[in-house]
Structures are given as C-alpha cells and as structure tokens.
C-alpha cells in the first residue's frame, strides 16, 4: 500500500530529527520519518557513559569499516555510526562543539549565501537551551539542553587545564563562547543526568501528523523524470513504498546519502552503469569529497588516581551505579571526553589548527573489538590527545553493488596530503610538551605510549600512521556549493538536477568544521528546516 505524505525525511538521526520536527510543529505539514534502526528506549542509549557499550552493538550502530588506507600502514579504519532514532547523537561521547567563526566564513566564501557564522550562531542559540542561559553566544529555551561540567569533573581533568596553562595555552572557560580558543571543559549534550540525543531533544513531543517509522531502511528513491516523488523502504523482510507530495529529504548522513544517492541512479555515470543502474542524473561529487578527523593518543600510568580506580573494581561500579540510579549524577552522567579545546599549531596561524582532549581513564588492556570503558586498566592511567581540525586529505566513497544491503565502499585517504602529517607531528610534539608541564610530570609514573623512545619527527610519523584512529567526524560527500560540476548540492540544500530532493545532514559540509560535528549537523538540520519552511 502506497500512503502520501507532504515530507519524507530519511534518517531519524542529528539533522533529521530536527528536520522532521520543526515540519511538523506548525501541524501544517504531513511528515513521514523513516529510520533504518529501532528506537532509542535503551538503557545503554539513555546512560551518557552507555556508548561504551553501544561502541560495538550491530543493532543500533552501522559499524562501517572502510578499505585499507594507505597512510594508516594498510590499516582499516572502524566507523561507529548510529542506526537507530538519533542516530549517531545516540551513541557518540556527547561533546557539544559547534566549531569556529572561520569555519563558516569559509563556507558562505565558497559562494554559499547565508552560512557565515553570522548567520549560523543564529541557528545555534535557536536550538540551544544552554546550562549558561541567554546570550550574545548562547540560546535558552531550545530543544537540544547543552550541560556544563564545572561542577562535576575528575580533579584530573582540573590538572590538565593547569598543565596545558604551564604549557602555555590560554584559560577558557567557555569552549563556545566568543572563541574556541583555549583549554578548558567540553560542554556535552546530557538532560538531568540522561544522554540528550537529537532524538530525545526534538521527538519528545509525538505529533499526529508526524509518523516516524523505525526498523525502515530506505532502498531507492523513487522518480517520475527528474523529480523525486517518494521512498522504497524495507521494513521487516516486506517492501513498501511512500509517496511525497512536496519533497524527499535525505538525512541519512555522511554516508548513508550519498549511498542512496547512488542507488537511485544519482552520481558518476561510470559507476552507477558498472553497477547496472539506470542514470537518473550524472554528478561525479556523490560520494566525494569525504573528510573527517583523525586523533593521536598519549596514554599514562598515573600516580594519581583516576577513573580506573573508580570503574575497574566491582566496589567501584556498584558504588556508582547506585550513584547514578539514584541521583543521576557521578562519572555514568559524564563524558569521558571532559578536558579540551584547541591551540595553534604556529603563532602564523590565523585560528586554532588543534584540537585537545583529556580523558581520565586508560583502556589499553581492553580486549578487541570492545570499548571496555567499565572495565579500564587495572592502574591508574589517562590520556592527552590531539586532532588537527582542518585536514587538507579528503577521500570517497561509493557503492558496492546494486544491491541495498551491502556497505559502501570507503576510501578515507587519510595523511595523503604532507601538511596533514605534519600537523599531527606537531601535536605530538606539544603532547610530549604537556606531558612535561610541572603539574603533570609530579602524577605521571610512565609514558606508555608512544613511549619517550619515540623523540624524532621520523619517530613520531611512524607511531600516528600505526596508531592514529579516526573520531569519527565524516562528512562532505554531498558538499554544498553552486557549481554542479564540483556539488550535490546547492546552498537551499536542493540536490542539483532534480526537483523536490534534498539533502540536510553532515554530508553537506562544503569543508570540515573545527571539532566535534554533531552541534553543526544538528545546526544543519535546524536551517534545513527553516529553508523549506520559507518555501512552503
């Protein structure tokens, strides 16, 4: 059976839940919200420090691995990616970071009107309600409640602030103030103690003419000429087909899109007709233009004591766990992500270049496959990490075959550009710089890795292309701009060539932002919405 909607939205995750809300508060608007995964009613979902669990849980995460990169040693790269309502909201470390002003001054440069910062802080302090309340930086009273964690961080994440100050950074107590720069604590997207997905921020309030349909995972999109009429989806081993009488909106993410995409027939010829798919229309950048962020670990043995002690006893997770049932509180309310911010790299740089993080516990010993954050190492450890927020490397990805179920295949070429190895060698560099501050050297006992062997810019390429992993930031393979030639889409998010078809999610960073990108894909799904409202 066929129904009609006026809005289809595929992906119920950071962007398409915001964009299937804000369709349908005005109750104007038909919508139909279709998630390939279950809903979000999960223990391990709705506990902040759950994603431990859910880091490795195939029912509500894609747990995509791309091919062998070249620049990681041959190494594959795993991809945790939501399958489920929220989706990578609901199982990411929650850090809330929305970049920086230059991020998006170069996107409205690369000829996108209305997304320089000017415009987009708009949108943040529209979909905040921040533990900071009102202000020139934040919004009050949104869906999405940004909590601080003054209050409540490991005193060793205070240590780090001070040992990143005796290295020379800058005190900042808001990492989305009027500067990201400096160190400081994350904020992270948590509500009374409950992990606050974009699920959970903006499908609270079920609405009549909002239909979300879980367990649906979207296999074509349907055309009549060049125009997108509706979705084929698969639910429960039976096909259905859903009809749209305004436009399909594609939120499935930074690789979920442009799968799809290719699928229906939208994206380089070659490929599709390799794979003997009918051409829809030719566009050589689905699927391209990929980038993410890559991280680089420096891991301690303490003599102070950490979140090790406190999550590897069994004394230590009853005690806590009790905690949290009861009061909501204490280290299961967290991230483990709590020190942070971002530095340049060269007093040359005109914005922050590196990201840092601080996590109070170690898992080194954790068997594989697993990210035993309840079962850290049995000692005290933590970790200092760095992330270069723009990377010049961007990768592809593309089908594999006709069929849905089979994973794209993804080429992240990672460190392809010299500059990217350079700036990681760099932060690696100030890493051991950090280690070395007065406050850090009285608690370190050991480096135990890279390990203080590791001293030339030689050494310490060789580590980060063995160990450097991905923090799982991928986006641009539907970039935003006005050329077709180089675009999917142009900046009302339309998909170049065809009518009523859109993409409105982290696909369509014309660039990576600096940071985490959950708060700019939720920011996405905000002005998505606001675009196709004015068009209403």
Known sequence: ????????????????????????????????????????????????????????????????????????????????RGKVLGGSSSINAMVYSRGQKSDFDEWEAMGNP?????????????????????????????????????????????????????AGLAFNPDLNGETIEGVGLYQITTRNGFRESAASAYLRKRRANLEIITNAQATRIIFEGKKAVGVAYQQRGTMHEARAQREVILSAGAIGSPHLLQLSGIGPAPLLKRHGI?????NDAVGRHLQDHLCYDFTYRSRAPSLNDVLRPWHGKLRVGLQYLLTRTGPLSMSLNQGGGYYRSHPLRTAP???????????????????????????????TSISPCKPKSAGHL???????????????????????????????????????????????????????????????????????YSVFHPVGSCRMGPDPASAVVDPRLRVHGIEAL???????????????????????????????LKEA
């Open 278 to 282: 009918d051409v829809v229309s030719e």
């Open 398 to 468: 593309e089908i594999r075959s006709s069929d849905w179920r089979a994973h794209p295949a993804i080429h992240p070429n990672y460190l392809s550009e010299p500059e990217d190895l350079a700036t990681m060698v760099a932060g690696a560099r100030f890493l051991r710089q950090l280690g070395d501050a007065p406050s850090f050297a009285q608690v370190i006992e050991t480096e135990l890795k890279p390990g203080k062997q590791a001293e030339s810019a030689a050494d310490f390429a060789t580590d980060i292309r063995e160990r450097a």
């Open 353 to 383: 270049d590196i990201q840092l993080y601080f996590s109070p516990l170690t898992y080194e010993k954790a068997p594989p496959k697993t990210r035993a954050l309840m079962s850290p190492d049995p000692f005290p450890g933590f970790c």
């Open 114 to 166: 209305g997304w320089g910062w000017r415009d987009v802080l708009q949108t943040y302090r529209k979909l905040e309600d921040h533990d900071l309340g009102p202000s020139e930086w934040h919004g009050s009273g949104g869906p999405l409640h940004v909590t601080t964690i003054d209050r409540h961080a490991h005193s060793l994440s205070r240590l780090f602030i001070k040992a990143a100050q005796e």
């Open 1 to 80: 059976m066929t129904i009609e909607w006026d809005y289809i939205v595929v992906g119920a995750g950071s962007a398409g839940s915001a964009v299937a809300a804000r369709l349908s508060e005005s109750g104007h608007h038909r919508v139909l919200l279709l998630e390939a995964g279950p809903s979000d009613r999960n223990f391990w979902i709705r506990m902040p420090i759950g994603y431990g669990r859910t880091f490795y849980e195939p029912r509500v995460n894609w747990m995509y691995e791309t091919e062998p990169v070249e620049g990681f040693a041959g190494r594959i790269s795993y991809w945790p």
């Open 502 to 532: 859109r993409v409105i999610d982290a696909s369509i960073f014309p660039t990576i932002t600096s940071g985490n990108t959950n708060a700019p894909s939720i920011m996405v799904g905000e002005k998505g919405a606001e675009l196709l």
